[in-house]
């Protein structure tokens, strides 16, 4: 049984009550609010519809019995009209949840999530679930997709701003899904950029933005995002909140930049299968193979987070698990103990991998001074969904050594640690939790060098008081950092442009507040940041280097600068990477690396050095140890190389050449064309583009004479919402160069066009992995429809935004060679290229 759209909407009238009106969804392209999916399982689908009665709204199911549409359900909705009616299995895997948007507001929808059960439809979304604008999809974690569909919500605030929470059914409810975080955020991002470019002194943009890149895992950018916004005469929506914000990415800060050791380097090697990863010693011979999908460093406790098939796990330097790769997530060992993550949430293990928690939580941070912070979600006034969260702290058995009570809570140091019991109400606790003393304040931040920023009143300036609440430095700054070793960063300024300086504990000015940025880089140094571009101060700036008396050791020279270590920070300017001392200057002895990025001392005198996107390991005399292959060998004579090409700060460019062809001009013809395709062009070499372009590329498939290259690449117009992935595949014949089109794969004269778009649209309608695609969009494949092959099947798939929304990335079909054999050329050159 099969139907297409208009017949949909013919069905649905048919069984609407007399008098009833069927509803419209307006958007891109107007259509009735009709919709087929399998919502029971039965892998027949059911037809959903909306329509109005007397000014009620309904939604009616019918579902086919016996040869006809009888009516399934019949529910009462909300509001005025319908903004979104799809499936997708949000509940569990291979079900489909019907998914209605009622509209209640000129902007605003109320979420419906209905589930089938033996007593009809019944509506799992809380009853004051509303939003503005929705997507839905299943998308990737850090173990690829479940099957199960995540919801992004985004609530309208002020302006062209918005809440965002991306959700997923667990435990019984919909709960925050933080694992897919760094998937859906970076667009996030890209949409509140060009909302600052356009509106560069709107105090909310700055504040959503940093959140957006906290979320997505860009730690650095949320940093000056964050200071941006705390550099407001009014920021927003509070300096409270934006410091709480600025504590939580300098704690991400802090993860990425954990010390480890055990003599061995996680070293990535591009292969036929994909990239793969294992680990180096210090002379560069690969003493654990290439097997996992990701490696992390080693950590001081000898123990590495490895990545299989999607799941995480701990080895150990014999390369045995520890810890069985059985979780999405696993943060990297504090204090001997690690918070990971399964389907139920955080939990604390040690470093057996045994489990300490008797309970899953929804957030557990690291060990630090034998307490962990944790929150729960209690019922209440607070979220959008109603409740609240409540923080306490474990301790390193796992248990609750301060049950969850406070609004926010702080990491211990020394024994000590700063919670918030309400508004006006902060506490410096000990580790059982009593009052070391109580401060009637807005806010006070973390306790250093026995000081803490403070703020009389919520829209008040900083100033400092000591631990029993006396105030040292009276308030007048507009944002103020904890103290560390004698010296706190702060901010003069009123607007969005910074004035930053450093005070010592008697509140003198050490460092003058005149600078866009002020890092402080350990080892009694601070980095200067003067603005690229004073009028638009958010463009980023230049360093110089200072020591710890505000004397400046070195001019505006560096784009970058990461923290001391051993007495040596990396940077890199216009042109290269390379260390400087604690002078200020190009660190003597040690290497220079072209491009752009990190070094970092490693073990055994290794420098780990990650620029222009690739990693490699060097003495300090400058000789690589190890970096990764340039060179993908196939069967030989055959053989894959990479080439680079970056004529510009903004345009890079990986791109393959193939070697090993016994007809030389065939090979020169097909190399030609595949830098062509990887987008190697001329372009100016001092000039500022208006773009920023990258490239890169795999084998994604290669059996016998067929070789498949995947060509990736992301344009990003500055000044955009969001840049433009691009893929394309060259799928070529190593014996005589020939690039095939999807054609090529089918006998001549076959409607092949027609078999293959009437499977992707019954894959559409029938397989609800695709509720996605909007509805109307597909009419059909293209005769030199994108496509690729792999060993069983062939696989067609679309541009974003051609048939699906953008965070849908690339949709693609697979079908099996089995299911169109009768239409494919098997005597062609293309099929026994790899099927002789």
Avoid: C
């Avoid at 507009?478 to 005070?503: C, L, M, P, Q, W």
């Avoid at 969009?777 to 048939?803: K, M």
């Amino acid at each position: 049984m099969a139907v297409n759209e208009p017949q949909l909407t013919q069905i649905a009238m048919a069984h609407l009550p007399a008098g009833a009106e069927l509803m419209m969804i307006n958007g891109p392209a107007a259509h009735a609010a009709v919709y087929a999916a399998d919502l029971t399982g039965d892998r027949v689908p059911e037809i959903a519809a909306v329509y109005r009665l007397n000014g009620e709204l309904y939604l009616l199911v019918l579902k086919y019995r016996d040869r006809k549409w009888e009516i399934a359900a019949n529910v009462k909705g909300q509001g005025y009209g319908v903004t979104l009616l799809t499936a997708a299995p949000v509940m569990r895997p291979g079900l489909n949840n019907l998914i209605v948007g009622w509209q209640i507001g000129s902007i605003w929808s109320k979420l419906s999530v209905y589930e089938w059960t033996r007593e009809g439809l019944k509506d799992a979304a809380p009853a004051d679930m509303t939003y503005s604008y929705l997507e839905v999809m299943d998308m990737p974690g850090l173990d690829g997709r479940d099957g199960k569909a995540e919801i992004a919500l985004w609530v309208h605030d002020t302006g062209e701003a918005y809440r965002i929470e991306v959700l997923r059914w667990d435990i019984g409810k919909l709960v925050p899904a933080p694992d897919v975080y760094f998937y859906y955020f970076p667009g996030v991002v890209r949409y509140y950029e060009r909302m600052i470019r356009q509106h560069l002194d709107y105090p909310f943009y700055w504040y959503y933005l940093a959140d957006a890149q906290y979320r997505a895992g860009m730690p650095q950018d949320a940093l000056v995002s964050v200071r941006r916004a705390l550099g407001f005469a009014q920021p927003y929506p509070s300096r409270e909140t934006l410091l709480a914000l600025e504590w939580n990415i300098r704690q991400m800060l802090e993860l990425m930049n954990m010390p480890r050791a055990a003599g061995l380097f996680p070293a990535s090697l591009k292969t036929v299968g994909g990239m793969k990863w294992g680990y180096i010693d210090s002379s560069g011979r690969m003493a654990i193979l290439p097997l996992y999908d990701d490696a992390r460093d080693f950590q001081q406790n000898g123990l590495a987070i490895v990545s299989e098939n999607g799941s995480y796990g701990v080895i150990d330097t014999s390369a045995n698990y520890v810890v069985k790769p059985v979780y999405d997530s696993i943060s990297p060992f504090s204090e001997d103990r690690a918070a990971v993550i399964d389907s139920q949430g955080f939990r604390l293990i040690d470093e057996t991998g045994t489990v300490l928690t008797k309970r899953a939580y929804p957030f557990i941070a690291d060990m630090q001074d034998g307490r962990a912070v944790f929150y729960v979600t209690e019922g209440g006034s607070g979220d959008a969904d109603g409740s609240i969260s409540l923080y306490g702290y474990l301790d390193s058995r796992g248990n609750e050594a301060i049950p969850a009570q406070f609004e926010e809570a702080n990491d211990f140091a020394a024994g000590k640690a700063v919670v918030k019991i309400k508004d006006n109400e902060y506490a410096l606790i000990g580790p059982d939790g009593r009052r070391l003393a109580t401060y009637p304040y807005a806010y006070v931040g973390p306790l250093g060098d026995g000081l803490l920023a403070f703020q009389q009143e919520s829209a008040g300036k900083y100033g400092y008081i000591d631990e029993r609440g006396t105030v040292v430095i009276q308030p007048s700054y507009s944002s103020a950092f904890a103290f560390h070793d004698g010296r706190a960063i702060v901010n003069t300024a009123e607007d969005y442009k910074s004035s930053y300086g450093v005070i010592d504990k008697q509140g003198a000015f050490i460092v003058k507040p005149e600078y866009n940025d002020i890092r402080d880089l350990g080892d009694e140094r601070l980095a200067l940041g003067r603005a690229v571009d004073p009028e638009q101060p958010f463009v980023g700036s230049v360093f110089a280097i200072a020591d710890w008396n505000g004397q400046r050791l070195s001019d505006f020279l560096y784009n970058d600068v990461s923290n001391f270590k051993d007495g040596l920070a990396s940077v890199y300017d216009a042109k290269q990477t390379y260390f400087i001392d604690r002078s200020g200057k190009p660190a003597p002895g040690y290497p220079r690396v072209e491009g752009s990025g990190t070094l970092t001392l490693e073990e055994n005198g290794l420098i780990k050095a990650f620029v222009d996107q690739r990693l490699s390991y060097l003495t300090r005399a400058g000789r690589v140890v190890w970096q990764q292959n340039k060179v993908i060998p196939l069967q030989p004579p055959y053989l894959v190389k990479e080439e680079k090409y970056k004529p510009n700060a903004d345009y890079l460019v990986y791109y393959p050449q193939v070697e090993g062809m016994e007809n030389q001009a065939a090979q020169r013809t097909v190399n030609a064309r595949l830098k062509e395709m990887s987008q190697v062009k001329p372009v100016p070499a001092s000039k500022k583009l208006d773009y920023s372009y990258s490239g890169d590329f795999e084998v994604a498939f290669y059996k016998q004479k067929l070789l498949e290259l995947v060509l990736n690449g992301y344009n990003f117009p500055f000044g955009a919402a969001h840049g433009m992935p691009t893929k394309t595949y060259a799928i070529l014949n190593l014996t005589n160069g020939r690039m095939y089109a999807l054609k090529d794969l089918f006998k001549p004269g076959s409607d092949y066009v027609k078999v293959l778009s009437d499977i992707v649209g019954k894959q559409i309608r029938e397989d609800p992995q695709y509720s996605y695609v909007f509805p109307g969009s597909y009419t059909g494949i293209r005769p030199d429809q994108p496509f690729y092959v792999t060993d069983d099947a062939l696989h067609l798939y679309f541009e974003p935004y051609e048939i699906a929304p953008y965070v849908a990335g690339f949709p693609t079909f697979t079908i099996p060679f089995a299911q169109i054999r009768d239409i494919i050329d098997t005597e062609g050159e293309f099929w026994k290229s790899f099927h002789a």
